[in-house]
């Protein structure tokens, strides 16, 4: 369904992304991982148009995927970016009403209904002013915001960062949720343990934006150097 | 007396207000700070003059409409190339707008002022609890407020307004949400248009005068209350506003008759200070992160 | 790799000889034309004194200031009070309060008053400092353009000490092409060198990244009060020259009309380099005397009503903000001509990074 091909990218005279290739199946959740600073986060940005490809192609359906930031939404492709973003002097209805900014009214309107029995905390706090939410709160609030605008593609950038150990388990069922009912997700997580237990296939990704493991990932989750090198450091960080 | 003084300063300081949002929701959205803003003032004036002969209502409507159309020209034309040029760049080019706007002006009109007939119901005093008001003052009063309150609607209880607010926070996230960045800006420029053509109405009726130079006095108060106030949030360029028309008003009444004319010395020294030990203004945009 | 003191002559001297050769060049072609043109001349190079004070202060740091206009403006009155002749001034300043008496009686030569100009700007500048040089951007804009206004103000309306808005005369016609050209080049060598100094490479350093220079224990803030004093001081001068070419003015000469020439010479030359800034100015005034010309109708034959000549230039500020933000130089110096390079460009900025 979406396909990266060679893709470069950067910023700047900072090239941080060099050929990296991979691509997302209809209906899979992939995990993406790797240490800070391999390019995970600018390939999500490159998806999502806020990082201009320099070379390469992004294919989303059959067609290349071309456009400014505007246009990712309108082709069902919803990004949740790193500190979530939410607009924090907006309620709480405010930001999902602009997660429907692509929608009719009438459907804008079911989607959000449909959220809110999703996360009833965001029912309960519908009229107050989204900053006064907490992280995890509004972690779940950026999450709702992307899906009320029903995309194809749920793109999601560290979730789960700086979020007590009991939300992030909630998160992740969440996301388990989600691709259960059809959605297809591209996730980028430091909680690599937890990525590699609900991802149907995943890639890690060295700097540059080397992938150097594609595959199934509970085979990953076997793989006794990568257990070394990440999963034990995962792990850690997870506790901590 | 207390009460004449209180008018004054309400009418002055909601003048100020309606200029000061208008910079305010243009650098919020954009960060442009518009030194092209009392070109519209200026733009207006024309209007004023060259509507004058009109019945009142077609003359109010057709200054705005006029305003309103040349805030969106400049968008289009000036500040649309540049939307991701840095603040700084955003600031000289409307400077180059303005000197372009006036020199325009001034191509067309000459440079001596032109005289506006006064409207005799403006121009009369009014008796309001025993004091003596003018007439102007009090309409000016009751104009800015309305206005305050539509523009609280709009951007409250509309999706414009919500996109808007949300722009003004977070450009990008709203660009990647799907709101159009063409039609945000545009519906901006538009606002100011409409709360400088109301202010200009106001501020000329009173002068009675108009001239290509007579929007720079205006605009270099309302960029001082902008500041004054931070200019990051509309609640505080207003404020910003409110408190420099009392603080002009304040510097009138106190200062003795020889220093009178150096009130805006005063006023714009005090921009330094503000400045200098608050670089955020006065009401800074609160950060919340959790 | 190549030669160190080949590649010292071409970053560190070259630039520098090669501007003071064109303002020479520049000089000489005036010399032997008629008086308007050498007006115009004493005129455009005037402007590239006050834009080089310009560029030591925005175009070194990176702050743009709207407010140096006040330091032509205290520069030109103060070089007035110290060269109309004292009997004239008697006459022209009945009012005169007395703790300011002095000025009445007090004469110097017109350099000396020059030089007496430029302390006096670099005073108020330094007395400003503690509130203008902690900012940046656009803080600094609106606070330097605060700057501009008061100090327009105060000249306005204190009209026992500066007539106000009635014009300030009596000040001696002397400012010849020669002393023109004079001031032009020692200013462009002094900021020159500054520019090259550890003050003007640190301040390049923090242009490029203000937050990484103070992390890295660059003093900021004090290199910027040095080079916030020095361009008050060279505008200062620039400004007495001016009150001895035009020789009746007044305080409407020094507001936002002059400031906005000055800022659109900068950036349509190139904020970046002195070069950008000489250029800029040189460029600007030959194209604002022949729009000047058009619009009189000497040129085409038809005129033009006033204000079309700064339409022109400000459409051509918002052509070079759009399509070429750098200016016309683009950040760069003047290069050496092509027979003794190997490798061109840059070279500035290693300079400074290394620095």
């Known amino acids: 369904m979406l396909e990266i091909r060679n893709l470069c990218a950067g910023y700047g005279s900072i090239e941080v992304l060099r050929d990296t290739s991979l691509t997302v199946g209809a209906g899979e959740l992939v995990g993406l991982v790797g240490h800070n600073g391999a390019g995970k986060s600018t390939t999500l940005k490159a998806i999502a148009g806020v990082v201009p490809v320099r070379s390469g192609t992004i294919s989303w359906l059959d067609g290349p995927l071309t456009g400014g930031a505007a246009t990712r939404i309108r082709h069902g492709i919803a990004y949740v970016p790193e500190d979530r973003r939410i607009f924090t002097q907006l309620t709480v209805a405010e930001n999902l009403s602009l997660g429907a900014t692509v929608r009719t009214a009438t459907d804008g309107a079911a989607a959000i209904e449909r959220e809110l029995e999703r996360f009833p905390v965001l029912r309960k706090y519908y009229r107050r002013r989204s900053g006064d939410l907490s992280g995890g709160e509004q972690q779940m609030l950026a999450i709702a915001r992307a899906l009320v605008s029903d995309p194809r593609l749920l793109v999601l950038d560290e979730p789960t960062l700086g979020l007590a150990p009991i939300i992030v388990d909630d998160l992740f069922r969440t996301i388990t949720t989600l691709r259960d009912e059809g959605t297809t997700i591209l996730l980028v997580e430091q909680n690599v343990a937890k990525t590699l237990q609900v991802a149907d296939r995943a890639y890690v990704m060295e700097p540059g934006g080397r992938i150097t493991f594609e595959g199934a990932a509970s085979e990953l989750a076997a793989n006794e150097t990568f257990r070394a090198d990440y999963l034990h450091r995962g792990s850690r960080e997870a506790r901590a | ?290 | 790799m190549p030669a160190i003191d080949l590649s010292r002559w071409r970053t560190g001297l070259w630039p520098v000889v090669a501007l003071v050769a064109v303002l020479l060049l520049v000089g000489a072609a005036l010399g032997g034309s008629d008086a308007v043109m050498q007006r115009v001349g004493i005129n455009a190079l005037i402007f590239v004194v006050l834009v080089v004070g310009l560029w030591s202060f925005s175009g070194v740091s990176g702050v743009v200031s709207f407010g140096h206009l006040a330091f032509a403006a205290l520069g030109a009155y103060t070089c007035a009070f110290l060269t109309i002749p004292p009997a004239t001034k008697q006459g022209l300043f009945p009012d005169m309060p007395g703790f300011l008496d002095f000025l009445l009686t007090v004469h110097t030569g017109f350099w000396p008053a020059v030089l007496i100009a430029a302390g006096v700007s670099a005073a108020f500048a330094l007395l400003l400092s503690p509130a203008i040089v902690r900012l940046s951007g656009v803080q600094a804009g609106i606070a330097t353009l605060a700057v501009l206004v008061t100090v327009y103000t105060v000249l306005l309306n204190w009209d026992e000490v500066t007539r106000g808005s009635s014009t300030m005369i009596g000040v001696p016609a002397d400012f010849t092409l020669g002393r023109a050209i004079a001031m032009a080049v020692v200013v462009v060598v002094i900021a020159w060198f500054f520019s090259r100094s550890r003050v003007g490479l640190r301040l390049k350093a923090a242009r490029a990244d203000e937050v990484a220079a103070r992390s890295i224990g660059l003093h900021v803030v004090r290199d910027r009060t040095v080079a916030w004093v020095l361009s008050a001081a060279i505008v200062g001068a620039g400004g007495a020259g001016y009150s001895h070419f035009i020789t009746t003015f007044a305080p409407n000469q020094f507001y936002l009309a002059a400031t906005f020439t000055t800022l659109a010479m900068l950036v349509i030359g190139g904020m970046r380099s002195l070069t950008g800034a000489v250029l800029g100015t040189l460029v600007y005034s030959a194209l604002a005397e022949i729009l000047r010309r058009v619009q009189s109708g000497q040129i085409g034959g038809v005129e033009l009503p006033g204000g079309a000549a700064e339409v022109v230039l400000a459409i051509l500020l918002l052509v070079i903000l759009v399509k070429r933000p750098g200016g016309l130089t683009n950040g760069r110096e003047l290069p050496v001509p092509r027979w003794p390079m190997r490798r061109g460009g840059g070279a500035e900025e290693h300079e400074a990074s290394r620095a």
């Open chain 2, 1 to 290: 007396m207390i009460l004449e003084y209180v008018i004054g300063a309400l009418s002055g300081g909601g003048v100020y207000a309606l200029l000061t949002i208008g910079l305010a929701l243009l650098f919020s959205v954009m960060g442009l700070m518009n030194f092209a803003y009392g070109e519209l003032l200026m733009a207006g004036g024309f209007a004023i003059y060259l509507l004058r002969d009109l019945p009142w209502p077609l003359m109010v409507l057709g200054t705005i409409a006029a305003v309103v159309v040349v805030s969106l020209i400049i968008e289009r034309l000036a500040f649309r190339p540049l939307r991701d040029a840095d603040a700084m760049t955003l600031l000289i080019a409307s400077f180059a707008v303005s000197m372009l706007l006036q020199n325009s002006a001034r191509m067309a009109a000459g440079p001596t002022a032109l005289g506006i007939e006064p409207y005799d119901a403006l121009q009369r005093n009014a008796d309001l609890l025993g004091a003596s008001v003018p007439v102007i003052d009090l309409v000016a009063i009751g104009v800015t407020s309305a206005l305050l309150v539509a523009l609280l609607m709009l951007l409250t209880r509309t999706q414009l307004g919500t996109q808007l607010r949300a722009a003004a926070e977070d450009f990008e996230m709203a660009n990647l949400l799907g709101v159009r960045a063409n039609r945000v800006i545009a519906a901006a420029f538009a606002i100011t248009g409409v709360l400088g053509g109301v202010a200009a109405l106001i501020l000329i009726l009173r002068q009675g005068t108009v001239s290509v130079t007579i929007g720079q006095m205006p605009l270099l108060i309302a960029f001082v209350g902008a500041v004054v106030g931070g200019m990051g949030s509309l609640a505080g360029a207003a404020l910003g506003g409110f408190l420099l028309g009392a603080v002009t008003g304040l510097l009138d009444a106190v200062l003795p008759g020889e220093l009178q004319p150096f009130r805006d010395a005063f006023v714009f020294g005090l921009v330094v200070l503000v400045l200098a030990t608050r670089p955020q203004g006065l009401i800074p945009v609160r950060e919340v992160r959790v």
